[in-house]
């Protein structure tokens, strides 16, 4: 888990980027003030540092691989904190399901629009 950590931190660096333990494999990294592409961009340079990492344990090594979802919005303070992590894991879902070992992303928001809470 501590080089997983210091990859995310290596990756997720800028003022403001925030990496959370979400769960027990999971991680949420928030990236206030990016759009879509260059979040990719961050994902698929956490993929690739993840299958490149290899982590040794009882004399055995092996390499990761992580899926990832990623959402972007144009934020609506009053649905943000709850439609954008349940898209972002809509995404990681989609990711398992294609194959794993890839990123998945929602498609790119109107520069009008924002997420909207399903009924």
Known sequence: ???AGRLLEKEVHRAGDTVVRYGGEEFVVVLPGTD???ALIVAENIRRGF???EINQGGIS???TVSIGVA???PDHRHYDEILPRAADDMLY???KNGRNRVEATPP???DAVLKPIA
């Open 94 to 96: 989609q990711a398992k």
């Open 109 to 111: 928001p109107a520069p």
């Open 1 to 3: 888990m501590a080089q």
């Open 36 to 38: 879509l592409e260059g």
């Open 72 to 74: 972007s919005t144009i």
């Open 51 to 53: 299958a490149e990492l």
């Open 62 to 64: 092996a390499h990761l």
